[in-house]
């Protein structure tokens, strides 16, 4: 028998139709970062530092120190769908694994000058409804105001924010460019887990929906167990 999202959790709001348009409450989903040392994003975010000099690389997966480096900035969708499996299996595999699966279904490009395309959400898609049996749903457009329905029927989502979501009382400097894990709302709050947060409170953050939404973009990926 497949396991639901959330079964070993005993998360009920795995359970499609559990929650309400009030209310729902992923419980007990467990944050993973895009960079290994989660001490050190601040620096990496806002002093420059190099993440290739992160003493934990290996964590990742990465079979080499540059390769680590090469893809860490590019990885927020990797550790979002670490936290999802994880929520249902009480494990993930490391953040390259699930970087080598998805570029494999073309989530990301490399282009021939180097630089790096993606998450590209289709083959995102494909690759975790094959390889990790979960259900997709891409939400090229996507409301803030639809994130509860979406929650209340069992889903975590994906969204696209700006990065400095991890600082939410500054203004927004713009939408998307990041990717966080939806996993809850309550009482007009959303509740999220950063990959990139420099903070414990930024990495578990609760924002008023309206703050939430200067930085959403707009678009994000569904998933639960199908
Ligand atoms: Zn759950």
């Not at 009920?12 to 419980?27: F, I, M």
């Not at 105001?145 to 400095?164: F, I, K, Q, T």
């Not at 990139?196 to 973009?217: I, K, N």
Request: charged share 20%; hydrophobic share 40%; net charge negative.
């Amino acid at each position: 028998m497949p396991r639901l999202l959330g079964e070993i959790m005993g998360c009920q709001a795995c359970t499609p139709g559990a929650g309400s348009g009030r209310q729902a409450l992923h419980d007990g989903v467990a944050l993973f970062t895009q960079y290994m040392s989660a001490e050190r994003i601040g620096a990496i975010a806002y002093d420059g530092a190099d993440p290739a000099d992160d003493p934990q690389w290996r964590l990742s997966g990465a079979r080499t120190r540059a390769e680590y480096a090469l893809w860490c900035r590019h990885c927020c969708g990797m550790a979002c769908l670490q936290m999802v499996l994880d929520h249902r299996d009480g494990h993930a595999p490391p953040l390259l694994e699930l970087l080598h699966g998805c570029r494999a279904y073309g989530g990301y490009v490399e282009n021939a000058d180097g630089q790096i395309k993606g998450l590209y959400y289709a083959p995102f898609a494909d690759y975790v409804r094959a390889e990790h049996r979960l259900h997709a749903d891409v939400h090229p457009h996507l409301a803030a105001a639809e994130l509860p329905g979406l929650l209340a029927d069992g889903h975590l989502v994906m969204a696209s924010v700006h990065w400095e979501i991890r600082r939410p009382d500054l203004p927004a400097p713009g939408r998307g460019g990041h990717l966080v894990l939806i996993t809850g709302h309550e009482h007009g709050l959303i509740h999220l887990h950063n990959p990139s947060g420099h903070t414990p409170g930024a990495r578990r953050a609760s924002l008023p929906m309206d703050v939430f939404e200067s930085f959403f973009a707009g678009r994000g990926i569904a998933l639960r167990m199908r």
